[in-house]
C-alpha cells in the first residue's frame, strides 16, 4: 500500500487548509503526523484509534477536524483557525496498527502571521 499526500500550501494566520491522503488499498488504521522545523515528529490526527474512537493532539483540539472516506480509503485534515506555530511538514501514516509502519511523502503547510 502507497499513501500519497496533497493539500499543502501557503496561508495567513487564521485560515484555512484542507489536507487529504489516499491509500493505494485497503488499510485499518490512517492518521496524521507532522514535522515542524528543528523539532520532532508529532502525532496529529486520527479518525480510529485503538479504542476506535477519533484522536486529536491536544493543540489541534477544536481547530482541527479529521475524517475518513472509506471508500476510497481516503483519511482528510480539515485545518481550521490555523496559527504560525502550525507550519509543518504533515504526513499521512497508515497500517493495521498504531504502530504505523507505512508512511506517505508529506505535504508542506505554512502559515504566516
Known amino acids: 500500500v502507497q499513501l500519497q499526500a496533497s493539500g499543502g500550501g501557503l496561508v495567513q494566520a487564521g485560515g484555512s487548509l484542507r489536507l487529504s491522503c489516499v491509500a493505494s488499498g485497503s488499510i485499518r488504521f490512517m492518521g496524521w503526523f507532522r514535522r515542524a522545523p528543528g523539532k520532532g515528529r508529532e502525532f496529529v490526527a486520527t479518525?480510529?484509534?485503538?479504542?476506535?474512537?477519533?484522536k486529536y493532539a491536544d493543540s489541534v483540539k477544536g481547530r482541527f477536524t479529521v475524517s475518513r472516506d472509506g471508500a476510497k480509503n481516503s483519511l482528510h485534515l480539515q485545518m481550521n483557525s490555523l496559527k504560525p506555530e502550525d507550519t509543518a511538514l504533515y504526513y499521512c501514516?497508515?497500517?493495521?496498527?498504531?504502530?504505523?509502519?507505512?508512511w506517505g511523502q508529506g505535504t508542506q503547510v505554512t502559515v504566516s502571521s
Open positions: 501514516a497508515a497500517g493495521e496498527s498504531t504502530t504505523w509502519n507505512l
Open positions: 479518525d480510529k484509534w485503538n479504542d476506535g474512537r477519533t
